[in-house]
């Protein structure tokens, strides 16, 4: 049974930084995608970023570009997002997710970032 499960989430003023972590357990994932998403308040769900387990290429999206780093820890078997340079609209729960091949199958619980202006 695959679990992912997110920590690291926080209250933080604007310009701070946050990491948080994803532990994968369950399975083998050197064929995953791992990713990040964040749902704000009131809104939709939405992607942030997203690494290749095998080779480690990441994909941001436009909002989070140079502020955000996604990496990973193969021994570890976690996921890591390295969030700076933090702002007001960053506030949301961040999720962690896992694919193969398709759609994200695999989430975890979420973990709950508020900036403060």
């Known amino acids: 049974q695959v679990q992912l499960v997110e920590s690291g989430g926080g209250l933080v003023q604007t310009g701070g930084s946050l990491r948080l972590s994803c532990v994968a357990s369950?399975?083998?994932?050197?064929?995953?995608?791992m990713g990040w998403f964040r749902q704000p308040p009131g809104k939709e769900r939405e992607f942030v970023a997203e690494?290749?387990?095998?080779?480690?290429?990441?994909h941001y999206a436009d909002s989070v570009k140079g502020r955000f780093t996604i990496s990973r820890d193969n021994a570890k078997n976690t996921v890591y997002l390295q969030m700076n340079s933090l702002k007001p609209e960053d506030t949301a729960v961040y999720l962690c997710?896992?694919?193969?091949?398709?759609?994200?199958?695999?989430w975890g619980q979420g973990t709950q970032v508020t900036v403060s202006s």
């Open positions: 369950g399975r083998t994932f050197s064929t995953y995608i």
């Open positions: 690494i290749r387990w095998s080779g480690g290429s990441t």
């Open positions: 997710g896992a694919r193969s091949g398709g759609g994200y199958a695999y």
